[in-house]
């Protein structure tokens, strides 16, 4: 039997084109698709245009095209391109709104991702050690009595993930510009160290408690007093904790 002249039962039919057998006999049975020859035995055989005739029929189901609507589609009787350009009409704008839809969740899930607290996960992976239980039970010991702890706490208690992304990169920023104010052999106490001091308390006072220029005088000496404070700083840049320092009492100085 030639490739032309193949003929395959309902069973195999329903095989090659995922239509079950039961709808296969529906459709010849109200003349959608009958069989173009049966065998001696009474099988139904179908040929290649019948295949193709039923993969016509499957895309007008996907379309929800009523069964009816199709067999005057396929034989002629309507004008089949002017249905197919309606239907292609109807899927495009039924695809733009699920579209929209995906964009709107998207948004919705978004907000509420950036509503929920950071964990101790998420800050560990923005401040690797300079995260720990261990220094976070340290700081409270030493501060936890006092009110900028307080405020400090109540601020930070609600800030999300993006929050912290967003007080880490302006961390990085300001460590940025005291180096390249270093680096460039600037003075401690000139124009472009000093104005990466003040962003830096104002970075403070943004984001964690209430720092005015005197107390900002004292943090800056916490970090050459205290020798972590002073090797966080000075292992970006070699006496960075000293040259930070210095800015920050120039600063002070100036706005004192």
Same mark, same amino acid.
Request: glycine share 6%.
């Given at each position: 039997m030639t490739?032309?002249?193949? *003929?395959?039962?309902?069973?195999? @039919?329903? %095989?090659?084109?995922?239509?079950?057998?039961?709808? @296969?006999?529906?459709? %010849?049975? $109200?003349?959608?698709?009958?069989?173009?020859?049966?065998?001696?035995?009474?099988?139904? @055989?179908?040929?290649?245009d019948d295949l193709v005739r039923l993969q016509q029929i499957v895309v007008y189901r996907r379309l929800e095209t009523p069964l009816d609507q199709i067999a005057g589609l396929l034989d002629g009787s309507d004008d089949a391109v002017e249905h197919l350009r309606r239907q292609r009409a109807v899927v495009t704008a039924r695809r733009d709104e699920l579209d929209e839809l995906v964009?709107? $969740? &998207?948004?919705? @899930?978004?907000?509420? *991702?950036? #509503?929920?607290?950071?964990? %101790?996960?998420? *800050?560990?992976?923005? =401040?690797? &050690?300079g995260f720990s239980d261990e220094y976070q039970a340290e700081a409270e010991q030493r501060w936890g009595d006092t009110d900028k702890w307080a405020q400090s706490r109540a601020r930070t208690a609600t800030y999300t993930k993006a929050d912290w992304t967003q007080i880490k990169r302006e961390q990085d920023a300001s460590n940025d510009? =005291? $180096?390249?104010?270093?680096?460039?052999? +600037?003075?401690? #106490?000139? #124009?472009?160290?000093?104005?990466?001091? +003040?962003?830096?308390? $104002?970075? *403070?006072?943004?984001? =964690?408690? &209430?720092?005015?220029?005197?107390f900002h005088r004292c943090l800056g000496q916490m970090y050459v007093d205290d020798p972590r404070f002073t090797a966080t700083y000075d292992d970006l840049e070699p006496g960075l904790a000293r040259y930070v320092r210095d800015a920050i009492v120039a600063n002070a100085e100036r706005n004192g």
């Open positions: 490739h032309e002249n193949t *003929m395959w039962t309902v069973g195999r @039919l329903a %095989d090659l084109s995922g239509v079950t057998v039961r709808t @296969l006999h529906h459709y %010849d049975e $109200i003349g959608l698709l009958r069989p173009t020859h049966r065998s001696a035995a009474g099988y139904r @055989l179908y040929t290649r964009v709107a $969740i &998207d948004h919705a @899930l978004e907000r509420e *991702m950036n #509503d929920t607290p950071a964990t %101790d996960e998420d *800050m560990r992976e923005l =401040f690797g &050690d510009a =005291f $180096i390249a104010a270093k680096r460039a052999g +600037e003075p401690a #106490d000139g #124009d472009t160290a000093v104005a990466a001091a +003040e962003q830096a308390r $104002i970075h *403070m006072n943004t984001w =964690f408690y &209430d720092c005015d220029h005197e």
